[in-house]
């Protein structure tokens, strides 16, 4: 308390530029962490709308698929390779995993899409400066036997968990960003 009666104030400084995040940016690759808790795919369904988001009706066969398996406590370590680091005509998912290749990446689990959607708002997303956030696990083929793989959507019509076609040729927009394993050091 100060001789006026008052408790001092804390003076907090914000600069949006150098805000904290729980995500950090370096040349073009953004990085984080999410932990798994043994949710189910019909769980992540119940769970994610339950909170107001929309499951696309691919995304949720992919869920509900046998190809989707939880694990329980696993804390994965994420890198987004940002769109800027390809050149528009070659920014194709083969390209992509080629160059995840060269820097080590892996590809994560299925249910990575799902803990990203639960851990980041469309606001957060956007301040990454993507739309998309494309999990670049191994495909699952959806009911018409297509190859699907899951992405995280900031949209006006809300929260977003999609399915995206997996195919090797599938080209990407600038707006995006994918997600993989980072070597744990």
């Known amino acids: 308390m100060s001789k ?10 914000t600069d949006p530029a150098h805000s904290c995040h729980s995500w950090r940016e370096e040349s073009g690759v953004i990085y984080f962490s999410v932990t798994s808790d043994g949710a189910t795919g019909e769980e992540w369904i119940t769970r994610l709308e339950g909170k107001g988001l929309r499951v696309t009706e691919y995304a949720k066969q992919v869920l509900r698929s046998e190809d989707f398996r939880p694990t329980s406590g696993v804390k994965t370590e994420i890198a987004v390779l940002m769109a800027m680091l390809f050149i528009d005509n070659d920014r194709i998912t083969k390209t992509i995993r080629a160059e995840a290749d060269k820097r080590k990446l892996t590809k994560p689990s299925a249910e990575v899409a799902c ?12 301040a990454m400066g993507l739309v998309w956030i494309v999990v670049m696990h191994e495909s699952i083929n959806d009911s018409g036997g297509d190859p699907d793989i899951l992405g995280v959507r900031r949209n006006v019509g809300g929260r977003c968990l999609r399915a995206c076609c997996g195919r090797p040729d599938r080209r990407w927009n600038r707006d995006s960003g994918f997600a993989f394993v980072a070597t744990q050091v």
Do not use: A, S
């Open 4 to 13: 006026y009666g008052h408790r001092p104030l804390d003076w907090v400084v």
């Open 115 to 126: 803990l990203i959607r639960e851990k980041f708002t469309d606001e957060e997303i956007k």
